[in-house]
């Protein structure tokens, strides 16, 4: 009965409207973006959106409209 939590990078990719769509707003590989999802042991991210990427994913959100805020980008705690 729990809510499902995503992660920061769940959140934006599917703002985006999916991993390609992210990535050309981004101007990345989708496998970069793709990344993000995958556990830190695999070489990826564990769900969280780079540091130094995350000005360009919320000024891209915001050209496009979409309600990503910086809040989006930080994991939230089960509460």
């Known amino acids: 009965m729990g809510t499902k939590i995503t992660t920061p990078a769940?959140?934006?990719?599917?703002?985006?409207?999916?991993?390609?769509?992210?990535?050309?707003?981004?101007?990345?590989?989708?496998?970069?973006?793709?990344?993000?999802?995958?556990?830190?042991e695999d070489g990826g991210t564990g769900g969280r959106v780079p540091g130094p990427i995350q000005e360009t994913v919320l000024e891209?959100?915001?050209?496009?409209?979409?309600?990503?805020?910086?809040?989006?980008l930080l994991p939230q705690q089960a509460g």
């Open 10 to 40: 769940d959140r934006v990719i599917s703002a985006f409207g999916g991993v390609r769509e992210t990535a050309r707003a981004l101007d990345r590989n989708p496998s970069s973006i793709s990344r993000w999802r995958s556990p830190k």
């Open 60 to 72: 891209a959100a915001r050209a496009r409209g979409l309600s990503l805020t910086a809040s989006d």
